[in-house]
């Protein structure tokens, strides 16, 4: 029963270490990166990211609710092309994302503002870059985090990563036909 209480005092231990560290050494800002490269043109690349709708035909959140509500608002492929979204599924939530910047086959940044199921707002950015007939497409998220999440940021990455891969897929999926 001793070494029992003894490992269950070590997992505290440790568990309150980690907490103290991950509070002390994360920022308050989050900055998230993936790239990949796809083979085809930045035009052909621009055209599944340059408006919102065409975003979603590829965006892996929008599968985490079949059923989820989207309202589509502003002009298609322009500053202010917008959707709302709102799912019953507490995994995809409710919020808005609305294009803020476009430099016509080079970057598009969006806004989210996120309702459910944490109230949060961040940036997100697309650029293209050519390599040879290639395109580098590289997507950033950039939010503040409050202390209490900075103790899940190692998971926050993690499924960010699984997230972001698979939008990748699903583009270069679209693009290199």
């Known amino acids: 029963m001793k070494t029992f209480l003894k490992i269950i005092g070590g997992i505290i231990i440790l568990l309150v270490v980690y907490a103290a560290v991950a509070m002390l050494a994360f ?3 989050y900055h998230f990166e993936k790239s990949v490269v796809i083979n085809a043109p930045k035009e052909k690349v ?3 990211i340059s408006s919102m709708k065409s975003f979603n035909s590829w965006n892996p959140w929008m599968k985490l609710d079949k059923n989820m509500k989207v309202v ?6 322009e500053v202010g ?3 709302c979204w709102d799912s019953k599924n507490n995994d995809a939530g409710a919020g808005c994302q609305e294009i803020k ?3 016509p086959n080079e970057k598009q940044r969006t806004e989210m503002i996120f309702k459910r199921p944490f ?3 961040s940036t997100s950015d697309m650029v293209l870059t050519s390599q040879g007939n290639a395109t580098k497409v590289t997507w950033t998220m950039d939010t503040r985090q409050e202390t ?3 103790l899940m940021r190692p998971m926050m990455d993690y499924q960010m990563g699984k997230s ?3 939008g990748f897929a699903n583009l270069k999926a679209l693009v290199e036909k």
Do not use: P, T, V
């Open 27 to 29: 920022g308050e800002n």
């Open 46 to 48: 621009w055209q599944q």
């Open 72 to 77: 589509y608002s502003g002009n298609s492929g």
């Open 81 to 83: 092309d917008k959707y």
């Open 101 to 103: 910047e476009l430099i």
């Open 119 to 121: 109230e949060g707002q």
């Open 148 to 150: 209490w999440i900075k």
């Open 164 to 166: 972001y891969d698979e």
